[in-house]
């Protein structure tokens, strides 16, 4: 079996459902969100075992939290996605290790969608807020901190037209299917003649 990253949400699909393209938050965010962890959790234990060698174990453990908090972090960016799909997009939010909340949109319900991009941090570095309005909801569907927010809203734009034409490819198969099996059955019942 071969593994990439996106066999990790294969989870959250339904089946026949496949996975066109994963969006994540900006990386950038994973590094504003552990700084604090760098420099508290594995840099300042560091320092404290130079300065005071005896406390070794102490600082072991401390680097240890340190780390452990690192992989949250990482899950926590990971793990906050928009997953789209041959059929429509799927928010998966995370909250903590045990907190997962997932949205689904299909694509013949998206009534619009926008991104927003604030501030000089977010410009420079292409990233920002891309939401979607679902139809007929009162609440959106938002992924922060998106990176390059405008090529992923084109992307989904393009997976959109391509979903809806070929479902309305399928609705005009299956209409010409069953308009044909019922002048079969009228024909066959004699309520209509040949000629």
């Given at each position: 079996m071969k593994f990439n990253?996106?066999?990790?949400?294969?989870?959250?699909?339904?089946?026949?459902?496949?996975?066109?393209?994963?969006?994540?938050?900006?990386?950038?965010?994973?590094?504003?969100?552990?700084a604090k962890t760098i420099?508290?959790?594995?840099?300042?234990?560091a320092l404290l075992y130079i300065i005071f060698p005896n406390f070794?174990?102490?600082?072991?453990?401390?680097?240890i939290l340190g780390l452990l908090r690192m992989g949250y972090h990482f899950i926590d960016w990971f793990y906050d996605v928009w997953i789209l799909t041959n059929s429509?997009?799927?928010?998966?939010?995370r909250n903590g290790m045990f907190d997962?909340?997932?949205?689904r949109v299909d694509y013949h319900m998206i009534e619009g969608i926008s991104y927003n991009i604030k501030g000089l941090i977010q410009t420079i570095f292409r990233y920002g807020e891309i939401t979607i309005d679902k139809l007929g909801a009162q609440t959106a569907v938002v992924l922060k901190d998106a990176a390059s927010p405008k090529k992923l809203e084109r992307k989904?734009?393009?997976?959109?037209?391509?979903?809806?034409?070929?479902?309305?490819?399928?609705?005009?198969?299956?209409?010409?299917?069953?308009?044909?099996?019922?002048?079969?059955?009228?024909?066959?019942?004699?309520?209509?003649?040949?000629?």
């Open positions: 990253k996106n066999t990790l949400f294969e989870k959250f699909l339904d089946d026949g459902e496949k996975i066109l393209y994963v969006a994540h938050r900006h990386f950038l965010i994973f590094k504003f969100d552990s420099a508290f959790g594995l840099m300042l234990p070794l174990l102490f600082a072991i453990g401390w680097g429509g997009i799927i928010d998966i939010e997962i909340t997932s949205t989904i734009l393009k997976y959109q037209e391509k979903f809806v034409h070929s479902k309305s490819i399928r609705d005009h198969d299956s209409l010409k299917s069953m308009l044909s099996d019922m002048i079969a059955y009228h024909v066959q019942n004699g309520k209509i003649k040949e000629q």
